[in-house]
């Protein structure tokens, strides 16, 4: 995976993870329960997603 294509995931995570904890506190209107385990599992995805990425830009520097 290149750097570029790694950032751009990370800053639509950050993007998407921000809307969803709007959401949660209410100033986003949302159709999922805030500590519904629906809406855990969202957080638990997008939060691995932006490690992997992270790890993936790291990889991509050593070489």
């Known amino acids: ?8 995931i990370i800053a639509a995570e950050v993007i998407l993870l921000a809307a969803m904890l ?3 506190f209410g ?3 949302s159709r999922i329960d805030p500590l519904s385990t629906k809406s855990i ?4 995805s997008v939060v691995i997603i932006i490690i992997g990425s992270l790890i993936a830009i790291k990889r991509a520097d050593k070489k």
């Open 1 to 8: 995976m290149g750097k570029r294509f790694a950032l751009l």
């Open 22 to 24: 709007l959401a949660d």
């Open 27 to 29: 100033i986003l209107p």
């Open 41 to 44: 599992m969202m957080h638990l």
